[in-house]
């Protein structure tokens, strides 16, 4: 690293490029104990570039996705992240569970076991379900929910005896199409609370959660349940691509302190979690997103 | 119009360029007695134009929007309206009443006396109310939601005595940022149940909101509340400007029958609005749009 690099990363955030307000957090930093990256945030680096990042930078936690994984297996990437110290605060991600087709559905039930499977070698806090969507051409939104609960419950027995905790995470409703047909934390709990807390939890996310009139209301409601607390912002103009219009935090709408006390009020004292899809932070440098995130989480995330 | 452009208009819809289901439904059919334009849908249209075109496809009703109504003035829009023998089923819109600043609120009060104003003059059935997003810079949702209601406390009084009916409208949660902080019916039932249900009434949307858990509820709960009920799809991929996502019945995931039938058993037996803001739509041949959506109505709307 040169010294010009590491003096922009210390001085401009990305991707907004505007001054950092505070300098970034140094590896031991209090303030960093409960910080985890969710690799898709940093979406070029492989599980062991990640991890390295994570170390690097102090944070000591990690949020995994299967695909990057399975690449080097379980087995490697659950060594790697025991080797640098880390905790797994989630893998990302089982569900997919609406589709009516009937080998779709064995499909989709098999590939949630290995999952499942791969959440427990890795000893992640949970594994976070996007549920899925309307099955193509389909506008029985109804039917798809219900498919989506036998689903899960089908799932919860394998996943116990694993001990994997299934995270339930309610979507924004721009996603109810074609991604989660669970669109509220008071739905996903409605559905949570037929199995016992420590087997299925619910996942607040910012992004997801922020406009519901309800959400202090539904988290109050989620103690005990809270599996997981992943933070990005609510930015506008929104960007085209509807998946990948997540913001830097404080780049946007959401107020974070609000929400982080209310998960706290709840119970909830686990990582917390950047997740960012967006194509502007996944253009800029790896190290300087993450210098760029401990600085927002603690300017945006962790005030009182 | 040429033979060949009429032949098109009756065989293929747009934007969609798909062939037509149905043939176009003629002026007299009873079922064209409840579908309404609103004039957005064909946005190149003026009043006058837009007027013209519902006589011709034999629409009973219209829907306008301020700006196309005060470049001719609302008493030559009400004359024009009153002499083609169509019924105005909403004014579009008055709210916008977030802000913070007292001399803005003071200017956005005004504003919506004077929509109040108009809506009274072209005896339109109801003023759409979209309440406004965060003011800039604001992360405090839950002020800007209660400035919005105390905002809609002022002008009940006012629109009363004019006798209009505003017409709460929940917004999708993909707006609740730049748009409208009034997210789904059962928030915008909570404020307009403050008020008696001839003076304030709620406006559903199958856009706005199709995705919620439990809009058949809400839905039900407005029984006498509901004031305008308008109709678009929900298309994927999204468009990529949220503003223009808006898509022609039968192109997307909504089921619009369920809706509409949750709607009547609610009692509500006035205009359906057929609202699309949609550049593909707006590029596309007014009155094409028009026999399009009249066909998709009779297809995708009003079976049981």
Redesign the interface.
Known sequence: MTDAALSTRETADVPSGRPAEVPTPAPGDPRLARLSLNQRTTERWSVAEAVAGCVRAGLPAIGLWREPVQEIGASAAARLVADAGLRVSSLCRGGFLTAADPSRRRHALDDNRRAIDEAAELDAACLVMVVGG?PEG????AGA?DRMSDGIAELVPYAARRGVRLALEPM???F???RGVL??L??ALDLAERFPADEVGVVVDTFHV????DVLGQIGRARGRIASFQVCD?I???P???LLSRGMMGD????FPLLRRAVERAGYAGDIEVEIFNADVWAADPDDVVATLARRYVTHVLPD
Chains 1, 2 share one sequence.
Not at 252 to 255: A, N, P, S, V, Y
Request: a negative charge; glycine letters at 6%; proline letters at 13%.
């Open positions: 309307l389909s506008r029985d939104l929910r924004h409703p721009i109810c199409a074609d669109s509220t008071g739905q922020w406009w519901d009139p609510w506008t103009p929104l085209p691509d509807a946007g709408h959401i107020d």
